[in-house]
Each structure stands twice: as structure tokens, then as C-alpha cells.
């Protein structure tokens, strides 16, 4: 009894704070999740007078992917079914070359104006539809949502160091006779501590696989996974092999900490 | 005789200008059995808490077991308070520990075998008769019984020295008498030298003891 007594203090606090970290792990996996599926469904379109050497450009532009020619043919064939193979060729050598540009990564709204300006640049290149009123509006959407993640992510940090200083008195405290007692004896700091870092590491243990086993649950919940699935975002809610070293080392390296800060910060009375 | 301690021109204090020892100058001789008496504050315990070094002298020097402890480097004092026993008035036992932990405690520090450790933790709980509450822990005893945990705990690895502050000051009677034995027990049989701070020296107690008295920081041998 004691000694889960002992244990509990610390692990609920690792709890809470590995609890935060992976939540913002997931909010961070689902937005760039979100993030991709924007980029993949963005493209510019360019108008061109001139046939492109679409290999040059490609190199010349940043953030492009791919560069593909709009097939005329078929997307006239779509308005109009019954247009004859005379009046499609005319039509072909009239209209000019249409291209579709997906990039690598979902633009910010001063990288779109600056590869349009260059896109502006090259020679036979009429006119580019960037799509720019609808990219704006999700695009300070997507900038809220990150706002909101690195708002969430301080008031974690702020929280964890409250808990971690609130456990370290709590700690202090607990320890500090023992310590004392065993110096009195002619016990080496190492052994005097050994205690308190046999109890920091076994309770990051413990909490790392309390909150691995909390995941794996969260992970299984139909509830969210519907809610996921409605907004199209396919997301791993934990990753045993790349989560749990994490959590982990995070919890190991926050009561090591807390375990030295005790250890050099302690002062014999008697 | 061997010395001990040795103590010249020992000065103490809290704060560099309230000395509450001043300019001692005593010796011990290894053995011996010596009682520091007192009024409260007047220092007594001071002059203990140094002889372990948990006070550094101000001034002078302090030699315990062949150690100067002004300016002792911590591994040096570690060393040292190997070889001492100290009892407290308020026990000083570690509270999460069981009593057969606490007793061991001397002996896990001086790297004691196992065996050797499990063996003496049972002579000595049967020494001050509390081989009935092993595997109890401190706060399940009563006071008096705390204390003859804290006595064997000092006893356990056979010190050169035992340092005892106020050892029967919380105790009934028959506690009292117990711990003064043991102390006894130790100075006659294994020829460990005993320094005991008290208000008062046991009329029971048949030992050759020396007798110091502080009064107003000075220390004095009473005759």
C-alpha cells in the first residue's frame, strides 16, 4: 500500500502530461493530414500560347510536382457530344495549351502570387487561375487550426512545468528525510538517491504503458473514428513503435529531472 | 590512550556573529565515555551536530577519528560517519522503511554482505528486545521502542564511536534504562567510545564517565 502510495503521485502526473503530448501528437498527425488533402486537391491551371517544355519547367519553378497538358479533346467532348472531327481539329489548332500544376506542398498565399509572377515570366504563358479567393479562405483556415494547435501546445508546456514543479516540492519533501538520515550514516549521494531514481524510472514505465493502453483504446473508438472518416482524414491515433519510445523518453527525461533537481538541490539538515 | 576527538580553539556558530561555542578546547580518548551537559541552548547539541560534521567550526580545529573537519571535503566525511553511530532524540528512522531496513542501514552503507547483514539485524533486535516486531515499521512502534530501534541502528556495524543527542529525553523509564545499558553495554564490551548529550546524567549508570558542562559557549570538565 505504501508503496503504490508512493508511485501514484508521480504517475498521475506523467499520466496527464504523456495524456497532452499525444494528444497534440494526434491534432498535429490529423492537420497535416488535412493539410495533404488540401494540397492534393489544389492545382493552377495555365494558359499558354506556346507548347511548354514541361521537363525545363518543372526545374525552373519551386514547389511544383507535376506539370500535365488539360487533354482538349476530351474536355471539349464533355460540353459538346456531337461536334464533328472537323470542327474538334479546328477548334484544337484555335484554343491554346492548358496545363495543370499540383505542388508539393499545400502554398501559402505570398507562394502562389510569387510562382504566378513567375509563371508570368515565361515566354508564350497568357494567363494562370490560381484559384486564389477559395485558396485564401482555406488557407487562413488551415492558419487558424495551427494557431489553435500551437496555443494548445504551450498551454501543455505551461501545464506540464506547473505539475512538474508541484510533484518536485511534493518530492522534496518525501525524500528529503530519507536523505538526510542515510547521509547522517555516511551513504554517497548515489546511494541516498538510488531510491528516487528506481521510483522515476519505474513510474515513467509505468505511465508510458498506462497511457499506451489508453490510446490503444481511443484508437479502437468507433465514435472517432466516424468523426475522422466524415472530414476524410486517415490518421494513426498511436503508433506503437514510433509513440511509445516517445512518451516514453519524455517521461523518463521529466522524472530523471525531477529526480537530479531533488538530488542537487538538497541541503542536510539535521 | 588514543584521542579520539580533539578539539582546539573550536568555535561554532549558526551566524559568523553569534558564536554559541567559544574557543573550546577539549579532548576524548578513544573508549571513554563522556556525558556534555547543559541548559537548553546552550549549545550541547551544537557541539554534537559538529562532532559529525553537520556544523563546519567557524574558527579552530576539529579533529574526529583522525579527520580535521574544518573544510572536510564531503567524500572524506562520508568516510568518517562510516565508522560512527549516531542516535537521535527524535529517532531519526526512516518511516517507509521496516525496522530490520532501518537497522541494516549502516551495514547496506558500509557494503555488508546479505547474509552477514540478515544475521546481525536479528542479533541486534533480540539485543534490545524487540525481535517480536520485526518487519513492523517505526510508526507502528511506540516511542521508547523507536528509540532501541535507532540504538541497535547505531550499534549495527560496530563504530568506533557513538554520538548520542538526548537519547532517553522522549522515553519512559524502562526505555531510558534500556538505552543507557546498551550505551554502557557497548563502552565496556566492545570499547566503543560514547558521547552522550543530556539535561541530566542517569543516576543508575555504572560507568567511569567524564563530564563536561557548557554554560554561556564555554565548555568546562566538571570534576
Known amino acids: 500500500m505504501k508503496s503504490i502510495k508512493n508511485h501514484l503521485s508521480l504517475i498521475v502526473a506523467l499520466v496527464s502530461i504523456l495524456f497532452a503530448i499525444q494528444t497534440f501528437f494526434i491534432t498535429?498527425?490529423?492537420?497535416?493530414?488535412?493539410?495533404?488533402?488540401?494540397?492534393?486537391?489544389?492545382?493552377?491551371?495555365?494558359?499558354?500560347?506556346?507548347?511548354?517544355?514541361?521537363?525545363?519547367?518543372?526545374?525552373?519553378?519551386?514547389?511544383?510536382?507535376?506539370?500535365?497538358?488539360?487533354?482538349?479533346?476530351?474536355?471539349?467532348?464533355?460540353?459538346?457530344k456531337n461536334i464533328s472531327e472537323k470542327n474538334m481539329r479546328l477548334l484544337l489548332t484555335t484554343l491554346p495549351h492548358f496545363y495543370k500544376i499540383t505542388l508539393k506542398k499545400y502554398p501559402t498565399s505570398k507562394e502562389i502570387t510569387k510562382l504566378k509572377k513567375s509563371l508570368h515570366a515565361i515566354e508564350g504563358i497568357k494567363s494562370v487561375e490560381d484559384f486564389k479567393e477559395s485558396h485564401d479562405l482555406t488557407y487562413k483556415l488551415l492558419l487558424l487550426f495551427k494557431s489553435v494547435v500551437t496555443v494548445f501546445s504551450l498551454v501543455v508546456f505551461v501545464i506540464t512545468l506547473l505539475l512538474i514543479s508541484k510533484e518536485l516540492r511534493i518530492w522534496q519533501y518525501k525524500h528529503k528525510e530519507r536523505m538526510n538520515i542515510m547521509g547522517l550514516f555516511g551513504a554517497p549521494k548515489w546511494l541516498s538517491s538510488a531510491v528516487l531514481f528506481r521510483l522515476a524510472i519505474v513510474d515513467a514505465v509505468i505511465s508510458s504503458i498506462l497511457v499506451m493502453i489508453l490510446f490503444g483504446f481511443i484508437a479502437n473508438s468507433r465514435w472517432l473514428l466516424s468523426k475522422l472518416d466524415a472530414i476524410g482524414i486517415k490518421i494513426v491515433i498511436f503508433d506503437v513503435f514510433k509513440d511509445f519510445p516517445l512518451l516514453f523518453f519524455a517521461a523518463l527525461f521529466l522524472s530523471l529531472i525531477l529526480a537530479s533537481t531533488i538530488v542537487f538541490t538538497h541541503k542536510e539538515e539535521v | 590512550?588514543?584521542?579520539?576527538?580533539?578539539?582546539?580553539?573550536?568555535?561554532?556558530?549558526?551566524?559568523?556573529?553569534?558564536?554559541?561555542?567559544?574557543?573550546?578546547?577539549?579532548?576524548i580518548e578513544s573508549g571513554s565515555f563522556v556525558f556534555i551537559t547543559g541548559a537548553s541552548g546552550s549549545g550541547k547539541s551544537t557541539l554534537l551536530k559538529s562532532l559529525f560534521g553537520a556544523l563546519s567550526p567557524v574558527e579552530g580545529s576539529l579533529i574526529v577519528?583522525?579527520?580535521?573537519?574544518?573544510?572536510?571535503?564531503?567524500?572524506?566525511?562520508?568516510?568518517?560517519?562510516?565508522?560512527?553511530?549516531?542516535?537521535?532524540?527524535?529517532?531519526?528512522?526512516?518511516?517507509?522503511?521496516?525496522?530490520?531496513?532501518?537497522?541494516?542501514?549502516?551495514?547496506?552503507?558500509?557494503?555488508?554482505?546479505?547474509?552477514v547483514t540478515e544475521t546481525q539485524v536479528e542479533t541486534l533486535l533480540k539485543h534490545v528486545r524487540l525481535?517480536?516486531?520485526?518487519?513492523?515499521?517505526?510508526?507502528?512502534?511506540?516511542?521508547?521502542?523507536?528509540?532501541?530501534?535507532?540504538?541497535?541502528?547505531?550499534?549495527?556495524h560496530n563504530p568506533i564511536m557513538i554520538?548520542?543527542?538526548?537519547?532517553?529525553?522522549?522515553?519512559?523509564?524502562?526505555?531510558?534504562?534500556?538505552i543507557w545499558n546498551l550505551l554502557a553495554g557497548a563502552n565496556e564490551q566492545l570499547k566503543t567510545t560514547v558521547v552522550v548529550v543530556t539535561h541530566r546524567i542517569p543516576q543508575t549508570l555504572n560507568v567511569d564517565y567524564k563530564h563536561y558542562h557548557i554554560e554561556y559557549g564555554n565548555l568546562h570538565e566538571v570534576n
Open chain 2, 131 to 156: 525481535k517480536h516486531q520485526s518487519g513492523k515499521y517505526p510508526l507502528e512502534l511506540s516511542g521508547g521502542e523507536q528509540q532501541r530501534v535507532a540504538m541497535a541502528r547505531a550499534l549495527a
Open chain 2, 65 to 115: 577519528g583522525g579527520v580535521e573537519l574544518n573544510g572536510v571535503s564531503r567524500s572524506k566525511l562520508n568516510l568518517l560517519r562510516r565508522h560512527l553511530g549516531i542516535v537521535f532524540q527524535d529517532y531519526k528512522l526512516i518511516n517507509e522503511w521496516t525496522i530490520d531496513k532501518n537497522i541494516s542501514l549502516p551495514l547496506i552503507i558500509n557494503g555488508y554482505e546479505k547474509s
Open chain 2, 1 to 27: 590512550m588514543d584521542k579520539v576527538i580533539v578539539a582546539s580553539d573550536l568555535s561554532l556558530a549558526y551566524e559568523k556573529d553569534e558564536m554559541i561555542i567559544k574557543r573550546a578546547s577539549f579532548s
Open chain 2, 163 to 178: 554520538l548520542a543527542d538526548e537519547p532517553t529525553g522522549n522515553l519512559d523509564d524502562y526505555s531510558a534504562q534500556l
Open chain 1, 28 to 80: 498535429d498527425r490529423a492537420l497535416a493530414a488535412y493539410e495533404e488533402t488540401l494540397k492534393s486537391h489544389y492545382s493552377l491551371v495555365v494558359v499558354s500560347d506556346k507548347k511548354l517544355d514541361l521537363a525545363a519547367l518543372k526545374k525552373r519553378l519551386p514547389y511544383v510536382e507535376n506539370i500535365t497538358e488539360i487533354a482538349l479533346e476530351s474536355a471539349v467532348r464533355k460540353i459538346d
